[in-house]
């Protein structure tokens, strides 16, 4: 059943414009008055019970991220230090933007067998799905590095190889940084 | 002619067929791992067993004959738990490593399983530990622990290669294919053993992890190692892009059942020779300027060649340039060379065969002597004559322009007539010496980049079909001939299909499967 939506009439006074143009300079002019006198307040140690709109002072301070979310990937390794990854390719196959790229090698312990010679993502092309997550039989990649920052002048820069991706293989602790600090 | 009902369905076949062939002709597909039509019946999987009323026990499809009046049931609660249980026994001691295992995708205990799978293990014993991916032989890599046992490996060993290298060790569950002492699995016919093991036992050392099965796509094909024909498929990367492999596009190559030919068999030197279509190619036309051979586009390299020819032909008429064509070509090819330079041109100088070649070996089986394919295509299409007298006539100065297809003229004795030749075209596929020397170099595609027939050495028309584009710049060789015959002012037809119609009066796709009849004197049958 459609909604009828009945469409707000505006008085000659709103029409007239200036006015309506006034009343919202000193609406934001307020706010913005009303916030510097709270947060200087604050700075002396004044009205505590009173909050000022805060704003993250990014990139300084950053926003708490929920432990769920998919962020930048990580290769997780093996006690020995080598890559857990056996490049079943489960995660190329399964990625809907085609930003993996394995190439298999014959690993000389035959109880391996199979290992990554490159692996590469393409994060300029990764949708950030988690696809690849959920398909890894051994718990290769994960997306829990919090890291939401990588850019690149170039495309070339954009892609991720096996070390890159290794580097940040420690499971993440929950960075001091990352916690948000309340003015 | 025994009559008997297999799942409601009646079907009569010859005395002696076995159940799991009379459900196979009638479309229902008992899963089985130990049975291949081509070797001897080992009844050792138990995989195939099925209820037939009047027996009290199941009995293994494989084994039991078929006679009048039974009734089998292949899909009854008792077959479909009998097929659970010996997938748990098979996979007791499995060591469930599809993801680095090569065959997975394409392995016969992950398709039962997902069909008559426990799920649920119950398996709380140790496995037993065997030996771990080592190579047996040139080709193959065998692991103990993902074998069940079905020995068809050690059956293709005695029955059809006849060189008995495996043999079943020990007893029990720490039974184990394994070499003989001394020996190691290098026949001829090595790689056969890889795509009759059902699991991921026994895999290809070129193959190994360069791909996963379910990234190739397949075409059907002829092989080009022999003039034998063996049906193949060219398994190519499909759905992954060529890049992520190195440029790599044909993958691997399988045989493809022809009970006339290759039955399920093909040689390892045909399995492993698919390098030739993504290496050492020639991408773009070359022309040499001054010393050197430089890139050049299609039309000033086709257009120098037809005014050398012209040339050639207006001073010294049809002796002045000749041709070697190569039994490497198609039929299409050699009928699109013989309608320009001998119905047209009325070249006196054609020639095909190279004396030189050296023969490859051969024995009873499948592998021929003769290293090409179409050999027997350029004799029933007319061609006679070797290159020697061609080429002894170029390098008299006889001929001043001389037309390449394929062959490598440049060793030994060719090597020093070829020399001499005044201005020699090559249309190849590969870099040789041959092309290296040439004054224009036309680049042909591969049989994988093209459609055609070859006939075999029986006379045999087999079709093989296009998988890929030509790579880089390169282009269909009787495209190539009906470009340079439109620069020369006559008209032909590029297409093979249009070729093969005006040819035999039927179309491509109206050739049979498995091949024309070998009967010359009987039309193509379709």
Not at chain 1, 39 to 56: E, Q, V
Not at chain 2, 370 to 387: C, H, M, Q, W
Not at chain 2, 430 to 442: D, K, Q
Not at chain 2, 508 to 519: A, F, H, I, P
Request: charged share 25%; aromatic share 8%; with cysteine.
């Amino acid at each position: 059943m459609a909604i009828k939506v009945e469409e707000k009439q505006l008085t000659l006074l709103e029409r007239l414009y200036v006015l309506e143009v006034v009343r919202g300079i000193a609406l934001t002019t307020g706010h913005f008055f009303r916030n510097m006198a709270v947060h200087i307040a604050r700075l002396f140690g004044l009205a505590k019970d009173k909050k000022g709109s805060t704003t993250f002072q990014y990139p300084e301070e950053r926003r708490p991220l929920a432990p769920r979310l998919r962020t930048l990937h990580r290769l997780t390794r093996r006690e020995d230090g080598a890559p857990r990854c056996v490049a079943c390719m489960m995660c190329e196959t399964v990625c809907p933007a085609h930003c993996i790229s394995i190439v298999a090698g014959e690993h000389p312990n035959p109880l391996i067998e199979k290992y990554p010679t490159r692996f590469d993502i393409d994060l300029g092309l990764c949708v950030f799905c988690g696809y690849c997550v959920e398909a890894c039989p051994e718990d290769a990649i994960r997306m829990d590095t919090g890291v939401l920052e990588f850019t690149s002048f170039s495309r070339e820069g954009m892609v991720y190889d096996l070390n890159k991706l290794l580097a940040r293989s420690e499971t993440p602790k929950p960075n001091e940084e990352s916690k948000v600090k309340t003015a | 002619m025994p009559t008997l009902t297999i799942d409601g369905q009646e079907v009569t076949v010859d005395a002696g067929t076995t159940v799991i062939q009379a459900a196979e002709q009638i479309g229902i597909n008992i899963p089985r791992y130990c049975y291949h039509p081509g070797l001897s019946l080992a009844g050792r999987c138990r995989m195939c067993l099925v209820e037939i009323e009047t027996f009290p026990n199941l009995q293994i499809a494989c084994y039991t004959r078929a006679q009048d009046e039974m009734v089998v049931s292949t899909t009854s609660e008792r077959v479909l738990s009998a097929r659970q249980s010996m997938l748990e026994f098979l996979l007791s001691n499995h060591p469930l490593d599809c993801p680095v295992c090569d065959q997975s995708g394409e392995c016969d205990l992950q398709n039962f399983y997902m069909d008559h799978g426990q799920y649920q293990s119950r398996f709380l014993e140790n496995k037993v530990k065997k030996k771990k991916a080592f190579p047996i032989g040139p080709h193959v890599i065998l692991d103990q622990e993902r074998c069940i046992l079905c020995t068809r490996c050690v059956r293709f060993t005695e029955e059809v290669s006849k060189s008995n290298e495996l043999g079943v060790f020990n007893r029990g569950s720490r039974s184990v294919i394994d070499l003989y002492p001394t020996k190691s699995l290098d026949n001829p016919y090595s790689g056969n053993v890889i795509d009759i093991c059902p699991v991921g036992a026994l895999t290809e050392r070129e193959f190994r992890f360069k791909c996963r099965v379910w990234y190739l796509a397949s075409q059907e094909s002829i092989c080009t190692g022999c003039s034998r024909g063996c049906n193949i498929s060219l398994d190519y990367n499909g759905s992954r892009r060529a890049y992520k492999a190195g440029g790599r596009r044909v993958m691997r190559i399988k045989p493809r059942y022809n009970p006339d030919i290759n039955k399920w068999w093909i040689c390892d030197e045909g399995r492993f020779g698919y390098g030739f279509i993504d290496t050492d190619r020639i991408e773009t036309p070359m022309q040499r300027t001054t010393s050197d051979l430089e890139p050049s586009d299609w039309d000033p390299a086709l257009a120098r060649v037809a005014e050398t020819v012209k040339a050639a032909y207006s001073e010294k008429g049809a002796n002045g340039v000749g041709v070697i064509v190569s039994p490497q070509l198609s039929n299409e090819e050699l009928l699109a060379c013989r309608e320009l330079f001998v119905e047209k041109m009325k070249l006196t100088n054609v020639a095909a065969l190279n004396p030189w070649e050296e023969p490859g070996e051969a024995d009873d089986f499948l592998r021929n002597a003769d290293r090409n394919p179409n050999t027997k295509g350029v004799e029933d299409l007319g061609y006679s004559g070797d290159a020697k007298a061609v080429l002894e006539k170029a390098a008299e100065g006889e001929i001043e322009v001389l037309i390449i297809f394929r062959h490598n003229l440049a060793d030994g004795e060719a090597g020093k007539l070829l020399e001499k030749a005044k201005f020699v075209v090559y249309v190849g596929t590969n870099w040789n010496a041959t092309a290296e020397r040439a004054h224009v170099v036309l680049p042909g595609a591969t049989h994988a980049e093209k459609d055609g027939t070859f006939t075999n050495f029986e006379g045999r028309v087999q079709r093989f079909k296009q998988a890929l584009l030509p790579i880089g710049d390169s282009r269909n060789d009787s495209q190539i001939i009906s470009e340079m015959a439109a620069k020369l002012g006559y008209s032909l037809p590029a297409s093979a299909d249009e070729i093969f119609e005006a040819w035999k009066g039927i179309s491509l796709d109206e050739l049979s499967g498995s091949g024309s009849s070998v009967d010359p004197d009987t039309a193509v049958q379709a």
